[in-house]
Every structure is written in structure tokens, then in C-alpha cells.
């Protein structure tokens, strides 16, 4: 019997990641992704219903937190303040063995027009829980819905800075700066 | 031998509109849109390579009157002024049969994760040829992405007015009173 592995599901993201950015998203089986992880498809399908799959789990967290800081920013905080919040509590996800991958993700969706569909659909989904969490706290619809794109924006931005080679900046003061620079670029465009 | 069908694909992307929101993007055939429009499969392919570019068409089309509206906006406008120039020529293409076919394009794509990625990535798509439009008028990087970002606003704000039963505004219009209305939203988030 094999013993309880505590990292199984990063092992299977790591390998997936690697296989997708190697070879192809569409050229890799959800059994080779097990192997190369050293694990079985059957411990392959106890974390993900199939390979797509792979890939979003971090897309809820990242969903999931950025609600919780909005949520908890204080009563008076300004909606970018908010978002800003939001950002700041994503940001605790953006771990070691996330950076480490960035740039075989970044690889796998560059040569894959099904991951780059799932990217775009995932920024969508990320302004969408931003502008409900926003709305939530009584923000205009139309405000909400400015406030999250300019927070998916800072997001994008900051991500696309640690994900290089060689930076060791905190994904926190990384989306502070991007949501200050876009924050900004948005006085100069309405000047 | 059948006659010349000028509006050969005109036929087809209503009968695939149709169908897919009836029964589903996934469940309908090229047999049976060909079938629906009175055209046979090997015509369907004279103008499509497949069921997805069905709806690919209209995002070429709206992207290249986009760049077109902004490089040729005048020399002095505004990102945004050279923006809503991109808007207005787009509206161009929004022709009453596009206008009829709208709420089966949107029922179809609510009812379909394929569908709505495809859509995810249009306006990611839509959103870089503007701002590639802009940086070739000279517009900085961040400024220019920002103004897009504004604009693919705008342009979906006025799509679902105009897309609504009864609606019976002009495309340009809606699209310039929804690009102002996101300016003062920009206005009141960085106050």
C-alpha cells in the first residue's frame, strides 16, 4: 500500500505543468502526468475530475480570496482601497511552488489556444467575484464593475513581473505598485 | 446546379445561431445548420473550416474597424477620444441582421462553457488590437492598454442595451454614451 502523500495534488500540478509546457497541452494524457508525478491515474482522478481541471483549482482560491479581502477591508475603505485589500489577501497565495511553475504555465498557455480561451475566461471570472464581493459592500454597480477590472488589471501586472526569472519581489508590494501605477495611468487618461 | 447564394453565410450564421441556442452549441451538427440554412455541408465549408468560426467572423471584423476608427482618429485626439472614433467605426458593422441575431448569440453562449470562453478570449482579443492601434498613434504602453480595456467596456455596455427586445437605439450612439459614462465612473473611483 502506498503511504499518505501530503503533496500528491502539487506533485500532479508540477508534473502537468511541466508535460503541458514540454509537449503540448492537447499531446498530454492524464496518465502521463501521474507518471511523471510517480503516482497512479487513479490517485490522478481523487484530485482532479480530468485534466482541464489541473489548472483550476487555483483560479478558485485566488476567487475565493480576493472576496475574503474585499469582504474584510474596513467599512470606510475607498472601492480601490477594497480591491486593493483583495489583492493583498491573494497575494498569500502566490507561494514558492507557484512562482517556481509561472513560466512553464506562462509556456503551456503561450502554445495552446485551449488554455488561452481558459486564461481569459479566468480573468473573467476573477473581475466578477471582485465586482459581486464590491457590490456587497454597497458599491455602484458601474463603480464595482471599474474597480475589479483595474483590480484584474493590477493583478495581471504584478503576476507578469514576478513570474520572471531572477525576481524575488513579494507578490504583495508587486500588486500595491501595479494598482498605484494603474491608479495613475487612469488620472492622465481622463485629464 | 444551385444559383449563386450571395447570402450564403449570412444563412448559415443564422441557422447556427439558431440551432445553438435551441439545443445547444455542443449538440448541433455542420449537417444540420447546413441543413437548416437550405445549403448543403460541402457549401457550409466553402465558408467556414468549422463550427466554431461561425462565430469567429464578426470578431475579425470588429477588430479591424476598430484599429481602423483609431489610426485614423485626428492626430491631436485623446486615448480616449481616439477610442470612441475606434468605437464608432465598429458600430459600423452592427447592422440589423447582427441586431436580430443577438439574444440567440447570448442565450447560446449562456448555455455553453465552450461558448463562453470563446467570448472570454474575444474581448481579450478585441482589447489588444486597440491598444496595439493606440501605441502606433504614440500612446504609452499602460495608458494605452487601460484606454482598451475602456473601450471593450464600452463596447459590451452598449452591446447588451442594444441587443435587449425593443431596443431600437443606434449602435454609435449607445457605445458613446456608455464610453462617457465610464469616464465619470473613473472620475468618482479616483476621487
Do not use: C
Not at 496518465?31 to 483550476?56: C, H, M, N, Q, W
Not at 486564461?119 to 464581493?133: H, N, P, R, S, T
Request: proline residues 4%; without cysteine.
Amino acid at each position: 500500500m502506498p503511504r499518505w502523500e501530503p503533496d500528491a495534488r502539487q506533485r500532479l500540478v508540477a508534473a502537468a505543468l511541466h508535460l503541458f509546457s514540454e509537449r503540448g497541452y492537447d499531446e498530454t494524457t492524464v496518465a502521463e502526468i501521474a507518471d511523471r508525478a510517480g503516482l497512479t491515474k487513479s490517485t490522478f482522478f481523487r484530485y482532479f475530475p480530468d485534466k482541464r481541471d489541473v489548472l483550476a483549482a487555483g483560479q478558485e482560491t485566488l476567487s475565493r480570496l480576493f472576496v475574503e479581502g474585499i469582504s474584510q477591508a474596513p467599512a470606510d475603505a475607498t472601492p480601490l482601497n477594497a480591491v486593493a485589500a483583495g489583492l493583498e489577501r491573494a497575494a498569500s497565495a502566490m507561494r514558492p511552488f507557484n512562482r517556481e511553475l509561472a513560466p512553464h504555465l506562462q509556456a503551456a498557455i503561450a502554445a495552446s489556444s485551449e488554455l488561452q480561451e481558459r486564461a481569459a475566461l479566468k480573468q473573467v471570472g476573477m473581475a466578477a467575484a471582485m465586482a459581486d464581493a464590491l457590490r456587497a459592500r454597497g458599491v455602484p454597480d458601474s463603480v464595482a464593475g471599474l474597480a475589479a477590472e483595474l483590480g484584474v488589471l493590477a493583478f495581471r501586472d504584478a503576476y507578469a513581473t514576478w513570474a520572471q526569472a531572477g525576481n524575488e519581489e513579494d507578490f504583495a508590494e508587486l500588486a500595491r505598485v501595479a494598482l498605484e501605477r494603474l491608479r495613475a495611468t487612469a488620472s492622465q487618461l481622463l485629464a
